[in-house]
């Protein structure tokens, strides 16, 4: 359950501890504190889960970008002055600096983008993963600390959370896994319905295609008939691995465990 929230506080309500450099209060607040201050790094079997899309988010709006700037009517500064290379996304200044077009993070790329091109960081839905995509800042451990002591003075004390927020903060994180639970509740209680098996077969048709090669996909008339027999001599609908193994179930039980211990601790808190 632990490993749960760990997950979860990376991915919401996050608030960064800038202060972690700062020795004295790391002597004086962190080390004699039994709280949990800084929040331990994300498991290793979730951060693949995470890099991936940030990657992709990244290619995007690289792509987007390589296409505005053509059309934003570049001037004379394409050309850096000694070593004539042309950075096409990133600022000719920056650039002089020996940077190139390849970027990092999207929040790399939001600030050293060419002014003709407008990117701002918090529109784009890339999740940085700390320490090492948030320059070495962490995140504050606050909603961890809580579902495990449950201590409302800690969060102020230790956690450097204004005690006007705590419970704004907490009421916010509630709200998140309230939603992560009814969706999975209402996904399961609609399993079984035509819907739902429409939608399977779609998914299944499309994992098909991606394991027959492009010269083994049939194309007009034959492919046409083929659909046909299929449609015909189509049973019922081979029901995916999760809704047959109880692994969806697993999951929607262990999020309402988190849910459920933590909105105890919440309540009891200001009861």
């Known amino acids: 359950m632990e490993e749960i929230v760990l997950v979860l506080a ?32 994300i498991p290793e079997s ?9 990657a992709e988010t990244l290619h995007v709006f690289k792509n987007y970008v390589a296409t505005c700037v053509p059309a934003s009517g570049r001037g004379p500064d394409n050309r850096l002055p000694l070593t004539k290379l042309k950075p096409n996304i990133r600022s000719p200044f920056v650039s002089l600096s020996a940077f190139t077009d390849d970027f990092a993070i999207t929040g790399e790329l939001c600030g050293t983008v060419r002014d003709s091109v407008y990117l701002d960081d918090s529109d784009i839905p890339y999740i940085p993963i700390a320490p090492h995509e948030t320059g070495g800042v962490p995140w504050n451990a606050y909603l961890y600390e ?19 927020d705590v419970w704004f903060r ?15 509740a209402n996904f399961l209680n609609n399993a079984d319905t035509d819907d739902a098996e429409t939608m399977l ?37 081979e029901r995916p691995t999760w809704a047959t193994d109880g692994s969806l179930a697993n999951v929607y039980r262990d999020f309402e465990m988190v849910r459920q211990e933590f909105d105890h601790k919440f309540v009891n808190t200001w009861a």
């Open 201 to 237: 077969n779609v998914c299944d048709a499309g994992d098909d295609l991606e394991e027959l090669g492009a010269e083994d996909i049939p194309t007009g008339a034959e492919g046409g008939q083929l659909l046909e027999e299929q449609s015909e001599d189509a049973g019922e609908p």
């Open 10 to 41: 990376h991915l919401f309500c996050r608030n960064a501890c800038d202060k972690y450099e700062n020795q004295a209060w790391l002597r004086n607040i962190v080390r004699p504190s039994a709280s949990v201050v800084l929040l331990p790094n």
């Open 46 to 54: 979730a951060a693949p889960m995470l890099e991936k899309p940030n």
């Open 146 to 164: 809580f579902l495990k002591y449950g201590d409302y003075e800690a969060l102020v004390r230790a956690n450097g959370i204004r005690r006007g």
């Open 170 to 184: 907490l009421k916010d994180f509630s709200l998140i896994l309230a939603t992560i639970t009814t969706s999975l």
